[in-house]
Structures are given as structure tokens and as C-alpha cells.
């Protein structure tokens, strides 16, 4: 009979608390199960309680950290949050391409002014990220000048493996769609499980990246005035990501309103002043709903609200500090 190793369902739990409670929850597991598989719902919430601890040990939620700490992990949950909204930009800036073609020319302001904004948003938000790297960097050093280049080789090598995995989808994925832009044949579920395949990609090196960055970060000694600067600078993140947020809204609703044929998957002819073209292929492949707009607005917003948590507890934060 195959014996269940309980062990490596305490992984799920933070180092901290597996060397407290980690015998006593595995003993626990033996008595109850009796070398039986965990059920799927016991499993769940045991991964569930699991993540709420590594959140709570990176500051991200709770009050069992300092203020150093949850500055710090709030932060670094704006950060995440922001690197969807790059995927997602980069989504939308290709999703968008070619709009005027196909809309009247005395429609044009406020899409162009939406685009713009997102455009001069993901530029300050691409300094924003910048500077906390900077901020940050001479912790980074000298974490490795005293403990040594294996402290955060692991983690930075599995972000940069995912990163590539990620970038190569991306690459091949657009690369196709530009090949295939001039025919008319539409294949469905090919096109949907491909994106899906590369939508999976991607969450799962942003995961990835996500959980390295966390990792470094726990065993960064970062000084006050750091923290308080990642604070404020995130802060300054969660403005970038309205703006985006809002702009993409803004030129979605002017677009629908003036030019619904833009969602469909019909082939339509583009203006001979515009483009050499003959064809521009616009919208969602085959629905005339934006699923791709959809999809992408949902993921933004999302992150959005994880960055708007944290921004409340950085505030908080910040002013018990004061």
C-alpha cells in the first residue's frame, strides 16, 4: 500500500511557520487521513490557508508584520499588478491597431486622446518600476556582497526562464497573426486554443516572476526610508494604472459608439489614403463582442483593485509612520 507523504502538503505554508507548526500539522494529517489521499476539498483549503500565511509573511495582508514589512509587500503587490497591466497594454496597443481606419475622421479626438493617455501613462508607470529597481538595488548588493550570488540565483533564474518562455509565445503569437492578416479564412477553436495556450504562458510567468521578486524581497533588509519610498512611488503606480484603466474604457465606449463594425470579424475594405493595403482585418476574430477587449479589461481590472488594497494599507502605513 502506497503511503501518502503528508510533508508535502506543509509546503504550502511559509518557512516560518512550518518550522512552528509544521510537525504538529503533518501529525495532524496522519491521524485524520491515515495514510489515505488528503480529499480535493481538504487540499483546497489547505492551499488556501497556505497562500493567506505567505501573504500575511509578505506583508501583502494582515497585521502580523511590521510596518517596514507590509510597506514592502503592498508595494510589491503594485508591482504585480502593474506587470499585468503591461501584458494587458501590450494586448490592447495591437488590439487597437489601425482603428482610424475604419471610424469617421470627425470621431477621431476622443479616441486619440484615450490612446494617448494610456500611451503616456505605461511610460510613467515603465519609470515608476524603474525607480523602485533602483531604490531597491543596493539592498539587492549587498545582500550578494555578504551572503553571495546563490542567495538569489534561483529565483531570478526561474523569472528569467519563465520571462523567455513567456516572450518567445508572444514573438511567435504576433508574428503569426501578421502572416495571416490578409486571409479570409477564419479558423475558431485553433485561434481560441492558442490564445488560451498563450494567455496560460503568460499568467504563469507573471506567477512566476511574481513569487521570485517575493522571495528576493524576504530576504532584502531594506532601510526605513526605503520602505517609505517603495511606499510612495506605489502609490504614485496605483494613479498610472487608473489612468490606463481609464483610458482604455474611454476609447473602447467612443469607439462602440461611433464605429461598432470595429468588434466584428468581417474583412473591410480600408481607405486607398491610408493604406497601401488593400485589407485590414479587424475585431475579435469571429464574435462581433470584443472577447480579446473583454478579457483584457477584466484581467486590468482585477489588478486593479489587488493595487487599490494595497495602496489603502500603504496610506495607513505610511501615516502611522508619521
Same mark, same amino acid.
Given at each position: 500500500?502506497?503511503?501518502?507523504?503528508?510533508?508535502?502538503?506543509?509546503?504550502?505554508?511559509? +518557512?516560518?511557520?512550518?518550522?512552528?507548526?509544521?510537525?504538529?500539522?503533518?501529525?495532524?494529517l496522519?491521524?485524520?487521513?491515515?495514510?489515505?489521499?488528503?480529499? #480535493?476539498?481538504?487540499?483546497?483549503?489547505?492551499?488556501?490557508?497556505?497562500?493567506?500565511?505567505?501573504?500575511?509573511?509578505?506583508?501583502? *495582508?494582515?497585521?502580523? *508584520?511590521? &510596518? &517596514?514589512?507590509?510597506?514592502?509587500?503592498?508595494?510589491l503587490?503594485?508591482?504585480m499588478?502593474?506587470?499585468?497591466?503591461?501584458?494587458?497594454?501590450?494586448?490592447?496597443? +495591437?488590439?487597437?491597431?489601425?482603428?482610424?481606419?475604419?471610424?469617421?475622421?470627425?470621431?477621431?479626438?476622443?479616441?486619440?486622446?484615450?490612446? &494617448?493617455?494610456?500611451?503616456?501613462?505605461?511610460?510613467?508607470g515603465a519609470?515608476?518600476?524603474?525607480?523602485?529597481?533602483?531604490?531597491?538595488?543596493?539592498a539587492?548588493?549587498?545582500?550578494?556582497?555578504?551572503q553571495?550570488?546563490?542567495?538569489?540565483?534561483?529565483?531570478?533564474r526561474?523569472?528569467?526562464?519563465?520571462?523567455?518562455c513567456?516572450?518567445v509565445?508572444?514573438?511567435?503569437?504576433?508574428?503569426?497573426?501578421?502572416? !495571416?492578416?490578409?486571409?479570409?479564412?477564419?479558423?475558431?477553436?485553433? &485561434?481560441?486554443?492558442?490564445?488560451?495556450?498563450?494567455? *496560460?504562458?503568460?499568467?504563469?510567468?507573471?506567477?512566476?516572476?511574481?513569487?521570485?521578486?517575493?522571495?528576493?524581497?524576504?530576504?532584502?533588509?531594506?532601510?526605513?526610508?526605503?520602505?517609505?519610498?517603495?511606499?510612495?512611488?506605489?502609490?504614485? !503606480?496605483?494613479?498610472?494604472?487608473?489612468?490606463?484603466?481609464?483610458?482604455?474604457?474611454?476609447?473602447?465606449?467612443a469607439?462602440?459608439?461611433?464605429?461598432?463594425?470595429?468588434?466584428?470579424?468581417?474583412?473591410?475594405?480600408?481607405?486607398?489614403?491610408?493604406?497601401?493595403?488593400?485589407?485590414?482585418?479587424?475585431?475579435? !476574430?469571429?464574435?462581433?463582442?470584443?472577447?480579446?477587449?473583454?478579457?483584457?479589461?477584466?484581467?486590468?481590472?482585477?489588478?486593479?483593485? *489587488?493595487?487599490?488594497?494595497?495602496?489603502?494599507r500603504?496610506?495607513?502605513? #505610511?501615516?502611522?509612520?508619521?
Open positions: 500500500m502506497r503511503t501518502i507523504g503528508y510533508e508535502s502538503y506543509a509546503r504550502w505554508y511559509p +518557512k516560518g511557520w512550518r518550522e512552528r507548526y509544521g510537525d504538529e500539522f503533518v501529525a495532524r496522519e491521524e485524520t487521513y491515515a495514510g489515505e489521499r488528503v480529499p #480535493l476539498r481538504a487540499t483546497l483549503s489547505i492551499v488556501r490557508a497556505g497562500t493567506y500565511e505567505r501573504a500575511c509573511e509578505l506583508g501583502v *495582508v494582515g497585521n502580523s *508584520v511590521d &510596518d &517596514d514589512r507590509a510597506l514592502t509587500g503592498s508595494a503587490a503594485v508591482l499588478s502593474w506587470t499585468v497591466f503591461v501584458v494587458a497594454g501590450l494586448v490592447f496597443a +495591437k488590439y487597437v491597431e489601425h482603428w482610424q481606419w475604419v471610424t469617421p475622421a470627425n470621431e477621431h479626438t476622443l479616441p486619440t486622446v484615450a490612446y &494617448d493617455a494610456v500611451a503616456t501613462a505605461a511610460i510613467v519609470v515608476i518600476a524603474l525607480s523602485a529597481a533602483l531604490v531597491t538595488l543596493p539587492l548588493i549587498r545582500l550578494v556582497r555578504h553571495g550570488w546563490r542567495t538569489v540565483a534561483a529565483p531570478f526561474r523569472s528569467i526562464v519563465a520571462g523567455l513567456a516572450l509565445f508572444t514573438t511567435a503569437l504576433v508574428v503569426t497573426a501578421h502572416q !495571416m492578416r490578409g486571409s479570409r479564412a477564419a479558423s475558431f477553436w485553433p &485561434d481560441r486554443v492558442v490564445f488560451l495556450l498563450w494567455f *496560460v504562458v503568460v499568467v504563469v510567468a507573471i506567477f512566476i516572476g511574481g513569487a521570485s521578486a517575493a522571495a528576493v524581497t524576504r530576504r532584502v533588509e531594506l532601510t526605513t526610508r526605503t520602505t517609505q519610498t517603495l511606499g510612495c512611488l506605489a502609490l504614485a !503606480m496605483n494613479v498610472v494604472l487608473l489612468a490606463i484603466f481609464a483610458g482604455v474604457l474611454t476609447w473602447w465606449g469607439v462602440a459608439a461611433n464605429a461598432p463594425w470595429y468588434f466584428s470579424s468581417k474583412i473591410l475594405n480600408a481607405p486607398a489614403s491610408s493604406s497601401p493595403n488593400s485589407f485590414t482585418v479587424v475585431g475579435s !476574430m469571429s464574435h462581433a463582442e470584443p472577447v480579446l477587449l473583454i478579457v483584457m479589461s477584466l484581467a486590468m481590472l482585477i489588478s486593479l483593485l *489587488v493595487a487599490l488594497h494595497g495602496a489603502a500603504i496610506t495607513t502605513r #505610511l501615516r502611522r509612520a508619521r
